[in-house]
């Protein structure tokens, strides 16, 4: 059964990095019917897509986010990460990884249990 | 961007009832609508993807209907596992947003 971890600090400064992993497990991150997605929760509002990365490197990332975001994958190590740059208060959220249907459905299953980062000096 | 607007954005009801939420988007998604169950501390779970089929092991008194901009997810005979959060999520385009979320809870 394929599971999803993240993993990463759960407290970061303003105008620091986000930096998170998603490990994966039970299946192959090199799959071709599959992106690997992140979405986050801020406190008290709803899901928000991040953007998804696919086994080759490419990657589709939300255009507010765009310009301080880097997604990578790490095949040899069935692993991706997320990086957002330069973070405030407002990034604050619950961090999910999730496998993305690579079909036009784009669905997200399975998730991981999802990671809380503050962002607080 | 596609923005997705759920109602209502909570709903009380009985075990052994019925209820809908609807989810509408902006534009005409077809049918690449999807939704999603979220329990406090664990992980989103996919309940029906592209409007109206049933994920593996989902039960059957989940269902799903709409298609171009108007779509409902139906809940009969309620269970007291089902009070939950629930999300649309459209995957017609990126970025691939999520309604604001229907909570649903025990009367």
């Known amino acids: 059964q394929l599971q999803l971890q993240e993993s990463g600090p759960g407290l970061v400064k303003p105008s620091e990095t986000l930096s998170l992993t998603c490990t994966v497990s039970g299946g192959s991150i090199s799959s071709s019917s599959y992106y690997w997605g992140w979405i986050r929760q801020p406190p008290g509002k709803g899901l928000e897509w991040i953007g998804s990365v696919y086994y080759s490197g490419n990657t589709n990332y939300s255009p507010s986010l765009k310009s301080r975001l880097t997604i990578s994958v790490d095949t040899s190590n069935n692993q991706f990460s997320l990086k957002l740059r330069s973070v405030t208060a407002a990034d604050t959220a619950v961090y999910y990884c999730?496998?993305?249907?690579?079909?036009?459905?784009?669905?997200?299953?399975?998730w991981g249990q999802g990671t809380l980062v503050t962002v607080s000096s | 961007d596609i923005q997705m607007t759920q109602s209502p954005s909570s709903l009380s009801a009985s075990v052994g009832h019925t209820v809908t939420i609807t989810c509408r988007a902006s534009?005409?998604?077809?049918?690449?609508l999807n939704w999603y169950q979220r329990k406090p501390g664990k992980a989103p779970k996919l309940l029906i993807y592209a409007a109206s089929s049933l994920q593996s092991g989902v039960p059957s008194r989940f269902s799903g209907s709409g298609s171009g901009t108007d779509f409902t997810l139906t809940l009969s005979s309620l269970q007291p596992e089902d009070f939950a959060t629930y999300y649309c999520?459209?995957?017609?385009?990126?970025?691939?947003?999520f309604g604001q979320g229907t909570k649903l809870e025990i009367k």
């Open positions: 999520q459209q995957g017609y385009s990126s970025p691939y947003n």
């Open positions: 534009q005409s998604i077809s049918s690449y």
């Open positions: 999730a496998r993305q249907t690579s079909t036009s459905l784009n669905w997200f299953d399975p």
